[in-house]
């Protein structure tokens, strides 16, 4: 018999004083069944259709704005002399950023032991790398010639045609390839427990054999969780340093160069900050969404959304903070180049962005101070919202700006995006949607067995063990 389903509870813990993890009155089986029913037993919807549709359409849009590129060229985006670099490199910061919550969630608070992170680790840790895979297109398209792609590879070749080792983009090919591969490998482990679960669970052979092919023979004998356990830990280990080295490699493509704006040491810890502010926002904008339309309110509690909304904050306040000490040392520095910079930022043709990003990035989100704000959903999701907006315009001031007048006025120009631009940027878009719709549809995007974890009768048996 199915369980009937636990309403959301707002209810606080007697000890601390905070809403609980999970909503009370669940069993294994109700948190197996309910997890699992998402994949198994609902019938596609109107929604989850028409918004695949939707996702899948942009998906084409980004298809045609590529074949063009490949035909034309580059010289189809704005991008031109001084400003070579434009949405291409805005939008592959902007999405890396983005992939940063999940290996945050993931492995950071995994060793930190917070509880709270195993309602939204499992889609966390796929958006990481649905942003990732976004993420990657970018660097290819702007080559021009993306066909010899592989030339940035150090591999053995007669015509010595090695990669430039001290040139950051080659950085960049290591440090999210990296990045790309301990993700995926740190998702995947965490999924076998659940596909074994999904394969007993499965009413159609197809559905049996597959999700039994993903489970590497799982039984969940005690050996299984033993060497799951040891490496589910390594990985988490392996991950934990790559929060902070690929957004740090990610900054060294602006750092090491001596563009005004750009060449300053507050980049590396700056740009790691903003990557975890915007991946925050982001995973707040899913889960705000995924937990109305398919109930998971006793899952993905307000605890989750007022702790999620706390990182936002302390994190925004770090990159406010990276916003003042540039500014401040343009001008404490004495170099006239610095100022400005500054100065052209704040008052240039391009001031609109600066102080949109200003109040969506500083002014906005402070409203998180307040507990009223955070227990409201709807206004959780908003400043999620603004604030991905607002990190966009970060890296588009960042880069732009700093681009358009350098030191000689005879090379000063202007950088408008062309609709094959904003083609492949909502493009791009359309793809993250659509492997998060088909990820939503396929597998659990809830720990079923971490959630099953926080039970009290669960907790009793770890303490005995222990």
Not at 90 to 119: C, D, E, K, M, P
Not at 189 to 205: C, E, M, N, Y
Not at 372 to 378: A, E, F, I, M
Request: aromatic share 16%; hydrophobic share 55%.
């Amino acid at each position: 018999m199915a369980q009937r389903p636990v309403p959301e509870t707002t209810t606080e813990d007697k000890l601390t004083g905070e809403p609980p993890v999970i909503a009370p009155g669940h069993t294994f089986g109700s948190i197996t069944d309910k997890i699992s029913a998402i994949v198994l037993t609902n019938r596609v919807g109107i929604g989850w259709l028409g918004g695949f549709a939707l996702s899948f359409v942009f998906v084409m849009i980004l298809f045609v704005a590529c074949t063009y590129l490949f035909v034309k060229g580059v010289g189809i985006w704005g991008i031109n002399i001084p400003v070579a670099w434009g949405f291409d490199i805005v939008n592959f910061v902007w999405w890396i950023g983005i992939g940063h919550a999940g290996t945050l969630i993931s492995a950071i608070l995994l060793l930190l032991h917070q509880q709270w992170r195993q309602s939204i680790n499992r889609f966390a840790e796929a958006m990481t790398l649905f942003a990732v895979a976004c993420a990657g297109l970018f660097p290819v398209l702007h080559l021009g010639r993306p066909w010899l792609a592989y030339w940035l590879v150090p591999y053995p070749n007669t015509m010595t045609v090695w990669p430039q080792f001290r040139s950051p983009l080659i950085w960049d090919v290591f440090a999210v390839s990296t990045y790309l591969t301990v993700s995926l490998l740190f998702w995947y482990v965490g999924l076998v427990p659940d596909l074994a679960a999904l394969r007993d669970r499965a009413r159609s052979k197809v559905g049996r054999v597959l999700y039994g092919i993903g489970a590497l023979g799982w039984r969940g004998s005690g050996r299984h969780w033993a060497r799951y356990e040891v490496a589910y830990l390594l990985l988490a280990g392996l991950a934990t340093p790559l929060v902070v080295s690929v957004h740090t490699v990610v900054s060294f493509d602006f750092a090491i160069s001596i563009v005004p704006g750009w060449h300053t040491t507050i980049f590396p810890p700056y740009f790691v900050a903003g990557a975890i502010y915007s991946g925050f926002a982001m995973v707040l904008a899913l889960a705000i969404p995924l937990r109305a339309i398919y109930g998971l309110g006793d899952f993905i509690t307000m605890r989750h959304l007022d702790n999620m909304a706390k990182v936002m904050l302390a994190t925004g306040l770090i990159v406010a903070y990276g916003y003042a000490i540039e500014a401040f040392m343009s001008f404490y520095s004495a170099d006239v180049f610095e100022r400005y910079m500054t100065l052209n930022r704040m008052l240039g043709p391009y001031h609109w962005a600066y102080w949109a990003l200003i109040l969506t990035n500083v002014i906005i989100p402070q409203s998180l101070w307040f507990k009223r704000v955070r227990r409201s959903v709807l206004a959780l999701f908003c400043v999620a919202l603004v604030v991905n907006v607002g990190m966009w315009l970060e890296r588009f001031v960042i880069i732009v700006t700093s681009l358009h007048r350098d030191f000689d006025p005879s090379s000063w120009g202007m950088y408008y995006p062309t609709v094959w631009d904003w083609a492949t940027f909502l493009g791009t878009i359309g793809l993250f949607s659509t492997l998060l719709f088909l990820f939503i549809r396929l597998l659990p995007m809830i720990s079923i067995f971490e959630m099953r974890g926080l039970l009290p009768e669960a907790q009793v048996g770890h303490t005995e063990k222990t």
